[in-house]
T-cell receptor
């Protein structure tokens, strides 16, 4: 049973618009959440993280929102750029330090 | 340059022939981990290590071994590879995985025939 789920395998948005990538989790013991970006033929790169004691964290064009009651987090990219086209993974961890990843969402930003 | 280096990048082997994928990091990170990526399943953790001589199982440890004799190295060993271990493997390291996330290597594509 997948503890971290990304239900949208792909997303296509116009350059300059907002991209919203969603992630749901089932384990209430998760207390840190992270987003990674992955280009083809490269390893994933860390984007942004959020602690469960917060509901929002911003870093430039990237904002992560956490709704603990709904066990849902989302990554907002504003404005979206063609270079943002990649696969995005959300991940979660608890005190065991195991990092559990979702299956990924492929984002395409159209010029 | 700060990086995680894994070798080889590509490997084709036969069932049952022992192999080792090496991983080295030059960032003095405490945490290291191995993941495999399969279509539709995302990245699944195989093993992780919180320090020298301290390792623990991830979600899919069966058929794999690891060792952490030095801080910088974390090799992945497949004693008797099988076709279901055909996958894309990533090694990663972190100063503190929960907050800073992992730095990943470029991946090793393994095919077991």
């Amino acid at each position: 049973d997948q503890q971290v789920k990304q239900n949208s395998p792909s997303l296509s948005v116009q350059e300059g618009r907002i991209s919203i990538l969603n992630c749901d989790y089932t384990n209430s013991m998760f207390d840190y959440f992270l987003w990674y970006k992955k280009y083809p033929a490269e390893g994933p790169t860390f984007l942004i993280s959020i602690s469960s004691i917060k509901d929002k964290n911003e870093d430039g064009r990237f904002t992560v929102f956490l709704n603990k009651s709904a066990k849902h987090l989302s990554l907002h990219i504003v404005p979206s750029q063609p270079g943002d086209s990649a696969v995005y993974f959300c991940a979660a961890t608890d005190s065991s330090y195991k990092l559990i990843f979702g299956s990924g969402t492929r984002l395409l930003v159209r010029p | 340059e700060a990086q995680v280096t894994q070798n080889p990048r590509y490997l084709i082997t036969v069932t049952g022939k022992k192999l080792t994928v090496t991983c080295s990091q030059n960032m003095n990170h405490e945490y290291m981990s191995w993941y495999r990526q399969d279509p539709g399943l995302g990245l699944r953790q195989i093993y992780y290590s919180m320090n020298v001589e301290v390792t623990d199982k991830g979600d899919v440890p069966e058929g794999y071994k690891v060792s952490r004799k030095e801080k910088r190295n974390f090799p992945l060993i497949l004693e008797s590879p099988s076709p279901n271990q055909t996958s894309l493997y990533f090694c990663a390291s972190s100063p503190q995985a929960r907050v800073y996330g992992y730095t990943f290597g470029s991946g090793t594509r393994l095919t077991v025939v």
